[in-house]
């Protein structure tokens, strides 16, 4: 079974940075296209960042050029950094992990970015 647990989210000025970070188990990250999503209150949860097994990412139009997505196969993790945060990247970030028709999520981590 794979575990995904990020961390890393809080309360950040506008500007301001974070890196989140998501812990896997059970499986490698090398072995899965990695991404993030997140999720505002009463949005849909939304695409952020992907990173292939290859290492190609893609990013969302909303948060390309500010966030950055990486993998640390020997610390079996995925990072975003995040930078020029605004109010609108206000979300839950979700983790997930994707290996052919296998998909998991993790619980999320909140980031909150205030005025």
């Known amino acids: 079974q794979v575990q995904l647990v990020e961390s890393g989210g809080g309360l950040v000025q506008v500007g301001g940075s974070l890196k989140l970070s998501c812990a896997a188990s059970?499986?490698?990250?090398?072995?899965?296209?990695m991404a993030w999503y997140r999720q505002a209150p009463g949005k849909l949860r939304e695409f952020v960042a992907e990173?292939?097994?290859?290492?190609?990412?893609m990013y969302a139009d909303a948060v390309r050029g500010r966030f950055t997505i990486s993998r640390d196969n020997a610390k079996n993790a995925v990072y975003l950094q995040m930078n020029s945060l605004k109010p609108e990247d206000t979300a839950v970030y979700y983790c997930?992990?994707?290996?052919?028709?296998?998909?998991?999520w993790g619980q999320g981590t909140q980031v909150t970015v205030s005025s």
């Open positions: 059970g499986r490698t990250v090398r072995d899965s296209a």
């Open positions: 997930y992990a994707r290996r052919g028709i296998q998909t998991n």
């Open positions: 990173i292939s097994i290859s290492g190609f990412t």
